[in-house]
Nanobody, 122 residues
Framework: VQLQASGGGPVQAGGSLRLSCVVS????????MGWFRQGPGKEREFVAA????????YYSDVVKGRFTISKDDAKNTMYLQMNSLKPEDTAIYYC????????????????WGQGTQVTVSS
């Protein structure tokens, strides 16, 4: 099983980026897919998640209204559309996959992507 995250890069405050996470080697039926991020000197934190069956979405309070999580079943790909980016959104963004359980915590996620760097300048 591999998760490949991409789409990060430098952007100015107020700008947008779309992250992608391609999953290979696994049927995602019943999965919960999440985005986490880890800023410099900070712990990894929950950003957003989606259930592969049912499309239920979850967001952290700090990104709600600015970020949108979505997926493409045919492509086995999850996305994170990030708008109105702020310097505090600067972090390495990781995608991860689990079955069941609370999506907000890193525990229980079975597979992780390698991360993609997002740098927001003011």
């Amino acid at each position: 099983v591999q998760l490949q995250a991409s789409g990060g890069g430098p952007v100015q405050a107020g700008g947008s980026l779309r992250l992608s996470c391609v999953v290979s080697g696994r049927n995602l039926s019943g999965s919960r897919m999440g985005w986490f991020r880890q800023g410099p000197g900070k712990e990894r934190e929950f950003v957003a998640a989606i259930t592969w069956s049912g499309d239920v979405t979850y967001y952290s309070d700090v990104v709600k209204g600015r970020f949108t999580i979505s997926k493409d079943d045919a492509k086995n790909t999850m996305y994170l559309q990030m708008n109105s980016l702020k310097p505090e959104d600067t972090a390495i963004y990781y995608c991860a996959q689990k079955y069941g359980g609370n999506v907000h915590y890193t525990g229980g996620y079975l597979y992780w992507g390698q991360g993609t760097q997002v740098t927001v300048s003011s």
